[in-house]
């Protein structure tokens, strides 16, 4: 089966468009996808330098080892794009891809553009903010969509209004089936 491949990576003037066509029942790509939700002005838990800085760490490593990297947005139009120094990780980097969601949940957005570019919907790391509802609500419906994947969250590179040290971590992460939280200094 073909399927048709927009991609769109960087910031509105700089911005890179690559169309391809893949044939997706030949490419199955192994490994965890990275996804890396709403790191964007909007949202105040964004703007804290540790959280960048560990989420640019997680982007680095993904690249490093030919992961495909995720990187989900909220309405970009009311939330601003995803900051330009992470964004600057991917560029140029073609298995990238930024992806929109229209709520909370991006889980069925984030399979789809894990379909569309054959890679497995089995295997993620969640980073971003906030860690308490959409990062929270997208690991869930990933797990209600695919029960058998298995996802690990990085606690240094989310982040959310109450800190990154709030009962998500102890009480709801760990209640889900088949989800590994990273807990602070855990990484790599």
């Not at 109450?162 to 998500?168: E, I």
């Not at 992460?173 to 990484?187: D, K, M, R, T, Y």
Request: with cysteine.
């Amino acid at each position: 089966m073909k399927t048709h491949d927009s991609v769109h990576i960087g910031s509105a003037g700089a911005g890179l468009h690559r169309s391809r066509l893949l044939d997706s029942a030949s490419l199955v790509f192994q490994g965890p996808v990275l996804v890396v939700i709403d790191m964007q002005p909007g949202y105040k838990a964004s703007n804290d330098a540790i959280t960048q800085w560990f989420v640019k760490q997680e982007i680095t490593r993904a690249r490093q080892a030919n992961q495909l990297i995720l990187i989900v947005e909220y309405h970009a139009h009311e939330m601003g794009e995803t900051y330009p120094d992470i964004m600057q990780l991917v560029d140029g980097y073609d298995r990238a891809v930024v992806v929109p969601k229209n709520g909370d949940d991006g889980s069925a957005e984030i399979l789809r553009a894990c379909a569309a570019r054959g890679y497995s919907q089995t295997s993620f790391r969640m980073c971003g903010v906030n860690s308490d509802a959409c990062v929270l609500e997208s690991v869930q419906g990933l797990v209600d969509k695919e029960p058998g994947c298995s996802i690990t969250v990085v606690q240094d590179a989310c982040n959310c209004l109450t800190g990154r040290a709030n009962d998500v971590w102890y009480e709801d992460f760990p209640a889900i089936p088949n989800v590994n939280v990273e807990l602070h200094g855990q990484g790599h």
